[in-house]
């Protein structure tokens, strides 16, 4: 779910529901270039989720991957088709790759990131971002633990369709319970937590539009990190230091672990 512009830190998924009622895509912008334009059209508009997020997908064949650089393209089965017009097998692609952290700790960042350098290295990948997710998909949920859940349960069920066809899905989502992570985790069979680890204070300095000043004056309750928890991964597969490592630093410590640690093949 691509919001390009959009800078570390300076956007929270905790604060998503408190405005603006923009519409969205729900997982790739697709550009349906040589297509049908009400495919593109049921795709963006993604039926909004009331009557259930599998819509979003429902145009989707076995012989169709839709990929962030690329067109909706026709292929053989387990093939997809890159934006350089090349092809790869999509067995063994898809998995999810899950960034959790502090609102501010450079999760969105990294994962914008992250996605463009694996498109560029021939993976088909897509961002599912918290913010989108909780504008497009969790409208009407609270910030209760239960309705927390359920905005995760519903990234999960978008990650799994992703990785169903071939797709490295690149979350970043609070997350801030383990039990969410570990649902996660037990969901998806290909799954990579990756703690995005800053100290409170960085995130605050960061935060321009002052959303840890309100959750400080209460203003915005459940706030996470301030009046709401934050359980730290016991055990990520990966931890990433924002604070003292550049957002670069942080892609390439990704890629290499994903080169040495799982089976996508990167062509570098």
Not at 149 to 166: D, K, P, Q, S, T
Not at 222 to 238: A, K
């Amino acid at each position: 779910m691509r919001t390009d512009g959009k800078s570390a830190g300076l956007a929270h998924e905790d604060a998503a529901a408190l405005g603006g009622g923009r519409t969205g895509e729900v997982c790739a912008k697709t550009v349906a270039q040589g297509n049908d334009e009400s495919e593109a059209a049921c795709y963006n508009d993604a039926h909004r989720v009331n009557d259930g997020i599998a819509s979003a997908f429902n145009w989707l064949d076995s012989k169709t991957i839709v990929t962030a650089a690329g067109s909706v393209s026709q292929a053989d089965a387990g093939t997809i088709v890159t934006g350089e017009g090349g092809t790869t097998n999509a067995a063994g692609q898809g998995m999810t790759i899950w960034l959790t952290g502090l609102s501010g700790a450079g999760k969105s960042t990294i994962a914008s990131l992250l996605t463009d350098r694996l498109n560029k290295l021939g993976i088909a990948a897509e961002w599912l971002d918290g913010d989108e997710l909780r504008r497009i998909l969790g409208k009407g949920l609270g910030f209760s633990r239960e309705d927390r859940f359920e905005n995760i349960r519903r990234a999960v069920y978008l990650a799994e369709m992703l990785n169903r066809h071939g797709v490295v899905a690149v979350v970043s989502l609070i997350s801030p319970y383990t039990e969410m992570r570990d649902y996660a985790r037990q969901t998806l069979p290909r799954f990579a937590e990756v703690y995005v680890d800053c100290p409170l204070e960085v995130c605050e300095a960061r935060d321009v539009k002052g959303l840890y000043a309100k959750a400080r004056r209460g203003e915005i309750p459940s706030f996470t990190g301030i009046s709401d928890p934050y359980e730290v991964p016991p055990s990520p597969e990966l931890t990433l230091n924002t604070a003292g490592q550049t957002p670069e630093e942080n892609v390439n410590t990704l890629i290499a672990w994903l080169t040495e640690h799982t089976s996508l093949r990167l062509n570098k």
